[in-house]
C-alpha cells in the first residue's frame, strides 16, 4: 500500500510567478485535502476534493485553485505568487467522510522570494 | 466557525517519563473528532491518537492516551513511558462529522525528550 506522495519537495519561486505542486493520493482513497502551514503555525484547510469536484473551501483567495484527476491525484495551483504564499504544503488523502483515514505527505516545501 | 488553542509552545520531558499536552476548543456541534497529529523533522504529519465526542470512555493507543472533557472543551494528550523518538511537534486537530472533513488544528507544541 504506497502512502502519500507529493513533488516538488522544494521549490524557489519569484513574487508574482505561477506554481504548480503535485500530489498522488494513498491507494482506495479517493479524497484529496491540501492545507497550508506557515512557519511556526498550523496547517490550514486550502480545499478538498472529491470525485473530481471541489468539496470544501477555506478562506483563500481565488489564485488558489486545485484539480483532481480520475485516478485520484491532486494539483495546488496558485497564480501571481505573493511573499506570504511562502509556507509547507500539505497533501493529505482519505476514503470519502473518514477523517481517521487521513494520509498526509511529507508536503511540498514553497518559497516566494 | 471552530478554533483549537494549544497554550504550550515548547515542553520538554526526560526519557522514560510522562508528559501531557494541553489542548482545548471552541464549537457550538455536538458531533465532531478530535485528533492529535505528530509532525517529526520529516514533516509528514502522523496520526497519533483519534477521540470521537459521542464516546465518554477516553482513547487509549500504547503509551499514548488523552484526557477528553467534552464540558470543558478540553483534549489533553499523556505520553507515557517518553522515547526519543517523540520528539516532534505535536497538534491537536478537531474536524466535524458529515461532509467536508476539514480539519482545524491548533499552532502546536514542540516536544524534546532529552536522556
Known amino acids: 500500500e504506497t502512502g502519500v506522495t507529493q513533488s516538488p519537495t522544494h521549490l524557489i519561486k519569484t513574487r508574482g510567478q505561477q506554481v504548480t505542486l503535485r500530489c498522488s493520493s494513498q491507494?482506495?482513497?479517493?479524497?484529496v485535502s491540501w492545507y497550508q502551514q506557515a512557519l511556526g503555525q498550523g496547517p490550514q484547510f486550502i480545499f478538498q476534493?472529491?470525485?473530481?469536484?471541489?468539496?470544501g473551501r477555506g478562506n483563500f483567495p481565488p489564485r488558489f485553485s486545485g484539480l483532481q484527476f480520475p485516478n485520484y491525484s491532486s494539483e495546488l495551483n496558485v497564480n501571481a505568487l505573493e511573499l506570504d504564499d511562502s509556507a509547507l504544503y500539505l497533501c493529505?488523502?482519505?476514503?470519502?467522510?473518514?477523517?481517521?483515514?487521513?494520509?498526509f505527505g511529507s508536503g511540498t516545501r514553497l518559497t516566494v522570494v | 466557525a471552530q478554533t483549537v488553542t494549544q497554550s504550550q509552545p515548547e515542553m520538554s520531558v526526560q526519557e522514560a517519563e510522562t508528559v501531557t499536552l494541553s489542548c482545548t476548543y471552541d464549537?457550538?456541534?455536538?458531533?465532531?473528532?478530535l485528533f492529535w497529529y505528530k509532525q517529526p523533522p520529516s514533516r509528514q504529519m502522523i496520526l497519533v491518537i483519534r477521540?470521537?465526542?459521542?464516546?465518554?470512555q477516553n482513547a487509549t493507543e500504547n503509551r499514548f492516551s488523552v484526557n477528553f472533557q467534552k464540558a470543558a472543551k478540553s483534549f489533553s494528550l499523556k505520553i507515557s513511558d517518553s522515547q526519543l523518538g517523540d520528539t516532534a511537534m505535536y497538534f491537536c486537530?478537531?474536524?466535524?462529522?458529515?461532509?467536508?472533513?476539514?480539519?482545524?488544528f491548533g499552532t502546536g507544541t514542540q516536544l524534546k525528550v532529552e536522556l
Open positions: 493529505a488523502s482519505s476514503p470519502p467522510g473518514l477523517l481517521d483515514g487521513y494520509t
Open positions: 491507494s482506495g482513497h479517493n479524497t
Open positions: 476534493y472529491y470525485r473530481e469536484e471541489e468539496n
Open positions: 464549537t457550538s456541534e455536538n458531533n465532531y473528532y
Open positions: 477521540q470521537e465526542a459521542y464516546k465518554q
Open positions: 486537530a478537531f474536524g466535524l462529522t458529515g461532509g467536508g472533513n476539514k480539519l482545524t
